[in-house]
C-alpha cells in the first residue's frame, strides 16, 4: 500500500512539473482568455451544484448595503483622520470619498444589471479583459474585505469597552512581549464575533439579511441620536479651534479622503448578492445607489457631529465618539455610543463577511482557487467552504494586527479595484458592445490615466502648479473629443449609466488621483502582496483553469465527432 502511495505522489509531482514547463504557452492561452455573460450566468455557475436561494428583496439589498458600510467608516477611520490629516474638515473627506464612491457604483450597477452572478467586480473583470485581470482584482478584494473585517472587529472590543465605562480600550486584549509592535496585543473578542458571525453566515442568507435588517434600523436611529445630540451640546466654535477648518490645507483634506475611502468597502458586496435577489434589473440599482446616498449624508452630518462637539486635536483615536461624549460631561451617552457603535460594527461585519465569501465562491468556480471553495450547500443554499475558510483568515488576523497597519493598504486595493471597473464599463460600452475598434477607447483610458498621474505629480510636487490646470484641462477635451467621435451603438440594456463617458471618467481620474496621496509604505506592502498573487496565478491558477477549461473544450470536441456521445463520454471518463 506504501509503494502504490508513493507512487502515486511520483506521479503528481511528475504531473506538475510538466505542466510547470508548459507555464509559458498556458500563460498565453489564459491570461487573456473571457468569458461571455451568457456563460458565467450558466455554465460556470453550475460547477457549484445547487444554486444560492433567491429570496432577497430590494428592501433587504439596502439595508445590507447600508450596514454593511455604516459600522466601518466613522466608527473605525474618523478619529485618526481628523487628528492626523483632515482636522475638522473631516466631513469635505468624506464627502469627496463619497462622491467618488457613487461615480464607481454607477460602474458597479450597470455592470451588476447585465451579469447578475455572485463574482461582483471579479466577474465583470475577467469577461472584459480577460482572466488574470479578473484574477488579479479578485484577489485584491479578498485581500481588502479580509483585512478590514479584522481591522473592524478589533474596533469592536474598542467599543464594547467604552459600553461598559471602560476608558482602556486594550484592556480586553492580551499582550504578549516576544511579539512585535502593532502585532503583540491578542484579541479573543474579536476572534470571537468573527467565527460567530461565520456560523450565522452558514445556515442561511435570508435569516442573516432579517438580523441586518433589524440592526441597521437601530444603528440609523442610533446615528440620529448621536448627530441630534451632538449639535445640540456642540459649539460651531470647536470647528475652527485651533488652527482653523483646514489646518492642514486641502492637501491634508484629500489625504483624509483617500484615508476615509476604507469606510466606502461594502456597497460593492451589495453586487456579490445578485444571485439571491429577486428581479436584479430593478433591485440591484435601488439596492446599490440608494446604500451609497443614504451613507454618504450620514457619514458628513456624523463627522461634522464630532468635531463640533471636541476640537479635532482633543479627538481620541480609539472609540473616538465614546470619548467625545466622556469629554463633554455625558458619561452614560458615551457608554450608549459604545454599545450602538458596536451593535453597528458587527452588522457591517455581517454584510462584509457575506459578500467576501460570495467573491471566493464565484472565483473557485473558475478554477483559479481550489473548485471545492466553490461548492454551495444543497439545503442552505451558502457558500459553505468559502464562508469557513475566509472566517477562519479573518479571525487569525483578528487575533494578531493593529487597525493601523493594514488601513492604507485596504484603501490602496479598493480603489484600485474601483480603478479598473470603470475602465471596464468604458470599455465594454465601446468596444465589446457597440462594436468599435478597440483602439481608439484603449488610446483614450491611457491618456485619462496618464493625465490624472500627472496631475497628481504636480499636486505632490507643490511647486509645479502649472500641471494641475494642463493636465485637468487635458483631461476634459480628451474626453469630449471621445464622447463625440466614438459612436456608443450598444443594445440598450434595462438600465445603464448616464451622460456617458464622463462618470467613468471622472471615476478613473479620482480613484487615481486619490491613491497617489497614499504613503510610500502602502504602496511597497501593496507591491508585495501582488507579487504574491501573481506567483500563486503562475503556480497555480494558469495550470488549474488551463486543465478545467482547455483540456475540457478537448473532452466536448471528442464526444461531438463520434455517432453516439454517450458510449465515448463513457470511456473519456474510464
Known amino acids: ?177 516576544g511579539l512585535l509592535q502593532g502585532y503583540n496585543k491578542l484579541d479573543f473578542s474579536a476572534v470571537a464575533l468573527v467565527l460567530i458571525l461565520t456560523f450565522c453566515l452558514c445556515h442561511s442568507t435570508k435569516e442573516s439579511s432579517i438580523l441586518n435588517l433589524i440592526m441597521t434600523a437601530f444603528h440609523i436611529v442610533f446615528f440620529g441620536f448621536i448627530i441630534i445630540i451632538g449639535f445640540c451640546n456642540g459649539s460651531v466654535e470647536n470647528l475652527m479651534k485651533p488652527t482653523g477648518l483646514t489646518p492642514n490645507g486641502i492637501r491634508g483634506v484629500l489625504d483624509g479622503a483617500a484615508i476615509v475611502y476604507f469606510s466606502y468597502i461594502g456597497y460593492d458586496s451589495v453586487s456579490t448578492l445578485a444571485e439571491e435577489i429577486q428581479n436584479p434589473p430593478v433591485t440591484l440599482p435601488v439596492g446599490i445607489i440608494g446604500s451609497v446616498f443614504i451613507v454618504s449624508g450620514l457619514y458628513c452630518l456624523m463627522a461634522l457631529a464630532l468635531c463640533v462637539m471636541v476640537p479635532y486635536n482633543q479627538i481620541a483615536e480609539k472609540a473616538s465618539y465614546s470619548m467625545a461624549f466622556q469629554r463633554i460631561g455625558w458619561k452614560w451617552a458615551g457608554n450608549i455610543v459604545g454599545a450602538g457603535a458596536s451593535l453597528g460594527i458587527v452588522a457591517s461585519l455581517l454584510v462584509a463577511m457575506l459578500g467576501q465569501a460570495r467573491y471566493l465562491c464565484v472565483i473557485g468556480r473558475a478554477r483559479l482557487v481550489p473548485s471545492w471553495l466553490s461548492k454551495v450547500h444543497p439545503s442552505t443554499g451558502t457558500p459553505l467552504n468559502a464562508t469557513l475558510f475566509l472566517g477562519l483568515c479573518t479571525a487569525s488576523i483578528a487575533l494578531f494586527t493593529d487597525l493601523d497597519i493594514v488601513i492604507e493598504i485596504i484603501s490602496i486595493g479598493t480603489l484600485l479595484v474601483f480603478y479598473l471597473v470603470a475602465n471596464a464599463l468604458i470599455y465594454r460600452k465601446y468596444v465589446l458592445t457597440s462594436k468599435n475598434p478597440p483602439f481608439p477607447t484603449l488610446s483614450f483610458l491611457f491618456l485619462i490615466t496618464s493625465c490624472a498621474i500627472g496631475f497628481s505629480i504636480s499636486w505632490k510636487l507643490e511647486q509645479q502648479w502649472w500641471g494641475l490646470p494642463l493636465f485637468g484641462g487635458i483631461i476634459m477635451v480628451v474626453t469630449a473629443f471621445f464622447q463625440y467621435t466614438v459612436p456608443c451603438l450598444g443594445q440598450p440594456s434595462e438600465w445603464s449609466v448616464p451622460f456617458m463617458p464622463w462618470p467613468a471618467a471622472v471615476s478613473i481620474f479620482l480613484n487615481v488621483f486619490l491613491m497617489t496621496t497614499l504613503r510610500m509604505l502602502s504602496f511597497q506592502r501593496f507591491a508585495l502582496w501582488g507579487l504574491l498573487i501573481t506567483l500563486f496565478y503562475v503556480l497555480y491558477g494558469v495550470h488549474s483553469t488551463f486543465e478545467a477549461e482547455e483540456m475540457g473544450m478537448e473532452m466536448e470536441m471528442a464526444v461531438n465527432e463520434v455517432p453516439n456521445p454517450s458510449i465515448q463520454l463513457t470511456k473519456l471518463e474510464v
Open 1 to 177: 500500500m506504501a509503494t502504490i502511495q508513493s507512487k502515486d505522489n511520483k506521479t503528481i509531482f511528475f504531473n506538475y512539473f510538466k505542466s510547470l514547463s508548459q507555464t509559458p504557452h498556458r500563460l498565453r492561452k489564459r491570461m487573456l482568455a473571457t468569458w461571455t455573460p451568457d456563460q458565467e450566468l450558466n455554465q460556470v455557475r453550475l460547477r457549484s451544484g445547487a444554486d444560492m436561494k433567491r429570496k432577497l428583496r430590494w428592501y433587504d439589498l439596502v439595508a445590507l448595503g447600508v450596514g454593511g458600510m455604516l459600522g466601518v467608516g466613522v466608527f473605525v477611520t474618523t478619529g485618526p483622520v481628523a487628528g492626523n490629516h483632515s482636522g475638522p474638515s473631516v466631513f469635505i473627506s468624506y464627502s469627496i470619498a463619497g462622491i467618488s464612491a457613487l461615480l464607481s457604483s454607477l460602474c458597479y450597477t450597470e455592470f451588476s444589471v447585465q451579469i447578475p452572478v455572485a463574482g461582483g467586480a471579479f466577474s465583470y473583470l475577467r469577461v472584459t479583459f480577460g482572466e488574470f485581470v479578473g484574477y488579479f482584482a479578485g484577489a485584491n478584494i479578498l485581500m481588502e474585505y479580509v483585512l478590514s473585517n479584522a481591522a473592524v472587529a478589533r474596533s469592536f472590543t474598542e467599543y464594547l469597552c467604552s459600553a461598559f465605562g471602560i476608558s482602556d480600550p486594550n484592556s480586553w486584549r492580551v499582550e504578549v512581549p
